[in-house]
C-alpha cells in the first residue's frame, strides 16, 4: 500500500513538472518569434534609413548643381576658388581603372587558387592554406594601403620610370590582392559542391584531371565562380583606404595608370576629414557620390544574384 501511494505521487509530481516546463516552453515560443523579427527588422530598417539619408542629402546637393552637370561635365573641382565644377565622370573614371587592374590580378589567381584547392590539394593543404587565404582577407585594408605605398609602389618605379608615387597602378594590383581570397573561397566552395560522379565519369572516359576541372567542373560551378567574381570586383569598386593612401587626390579622365588618380571613395574621405563646412554644396556633394557609389555596388550584388539564380545546377 505505501509502495503505491509512493509510485502515485511520484507520477503526480512528474506530471506537474512536465505542466511547468511545458507552461515555460509555451511562453518562450510566443516570445521568441517577435524577438526574431525585431532582430531581422534591424537589418531592414538600418538599410532603409542609409538609403534615405543618401536620397534626401543628394535632393539638397542638386539643388544647387544640375543633374545634367553631375552626369556628363567632365571636371571635378569642387575646392575651386571660383565657380566649382561638379562632374563626377573623373572619379567614376578613377574608380574604373583601379576596379578593372584589380579584376585582372584577382580573377586568375582566384581561378587558379580555387582549381588547386578543389581538385589536386590534399586534406592537408587544404586545411593549411585555406585559412591562410582567410587571414589575408581580415588584415585591415589601411595595412593594405601602405603596403601599396611603401612597398609596391617603389618596387613599380623600378620597372616604370614614370609611373608617379601616387598612381592607379598600386593601388589597383594590391586591392585586387586584397579580394583573391573571397573570389578564391567561394570559387572552391562551388567547385567542392558539383559531384565525384561527375569527375570519374570523365576520368573514366580517359580525360586527365586538368581536363576535368577545366571542362567538366568549371562549367558545372560556373554561376558560383561568377558569383564570386563579382561580388569581389563590387568590393573592389567600394574599397575606400588603399586609395585614399596610395592612389592620390587627382580626379582626371585620362586612362593614364602611371599618374595620380581619385576615386569615388577616396573623394567622399578627403571631404569627410573637414576640408568643407557643413551644409555646404562641397559638403552635400559627398552624399551624390555615395549615392551614385550605392547603385554602382547594388547593381553589381544584383548582377551577382541574377546570375547565381540564372545558371544555377541542381544535383
Avoid: C, H
Avoid at 516552453?25 to 521568441?32: F, P, S
Avoid at 518569434?33 to 537589418?43: D, G, H, Q, R
Avoid at 552626369?71 to 567614376?92: C, D, M, Q, R
Amino acid at each position: 500500500m505505501t509502495n503505491q501511494n509512493t509510485n502515485s505521487f511520484s507520477v503526480q509530481k512528474m506530471i506537474q513538472e512536465k505542466k511547468k516546463k511545458k507552461s515555460a516552453g509555451g511562453i518562450t515560443e510566443k516570445i521568441m518569434p517577435y524577438i526574431l523579427f525585431l532582430t531581422a527588422a534591424v537589418s531592414v530598417l538600418t538599410t532603409i534609413g542609409i538609403v534615405l539619408t543618401l536620397i534626401f542629402e543628394t535632393f539638397l546637393f542638386f539643388d544647387a548643381v544640375s543633374i545634367k552637370e553631375f552626369f556628363t561635365a567632365k571636371k571635378w573641382y569642387p575646392f575651386s576658388e571660383t565657380e566649382g565644377s561638379f562632374g563626377i565622370l573623373p572619379l567614376v573614371m578613377g574608380t574604373l581603372k583601379v576596379t578593372v587592374i584589380a579584376a585582372i590580378v584577382a580573377v586568375p589567381i582566384g581561378l587558379a587558387s580555387a582549381i588547386y584547392l578543389s581538385e589536386y590539394a590534399s586534406d592537408r593543404a587544404r586545411r593549411i592554406i585555406k585559412p591562410i587565404l582567410e587571414v589575408l582577407a581580415g588584415i585591415p585594408t589601411i595595412v593594405y594601403g601602405f603596403f601599396a605605398l611603401t612597398f609596391v609602389t617603389p618596387i613599380l618605379r623600378e620597372i616604370i620610370p614614370s609611373l608617379e608615387i601616387f598612381n592607379a597602378l598600386s593601388p589597383g594590383i594590391v586591392i585586387g590582392i586584397m579580394i583573391t581570397p573571397m573570389i578564391a573561397s567561394l570559387s572552391e566552395d562551388a567547385m567542392t559542391s558539383v559531384p565525384n560522379a561527375m569527375r570519374e565519369g570523365a576520368l573514366a572516359l580517359g580525360s586527365t584531371k586538368f581536363e576535368v576541372a577545366i571542362k567538366v567542373v568549371l562549367p558545372a560551378a560556373i554561376s558560383g565562380i561568377i558569383a564570386s567574381i563579382v561580388l569581389g570586383i563590387s568590393r573592389a569598386i567600394g574599397e575606400t583606404m588603399i586609395v585614399a593612401v596610395a592612389g592620390g587626390s587627382t580626379p582626371n579622365l585620362e586612362w593614364n595608370l602611371t599618374s595620380s588618380i581619385q576615386t569615388m571613395t577616396a573623394y567622399i574621405v578627403q571631404v569627410s576629414q573637414g576640408d568643407a563646412g557643413y551644409g555646404t554644396t562641397i559638403y552635400y556633394s559627398i552624399y551624390a557620390v555615395g549615392m551614385t557609389l550605392f547603385v554602382f555596388t547594388l547593381v553589381m550584388n544584383l548582377l551577382a544574384q541574377y546570375i547565381t539564380r540564372r545558371f544555377r545546377e541542381e544535383y
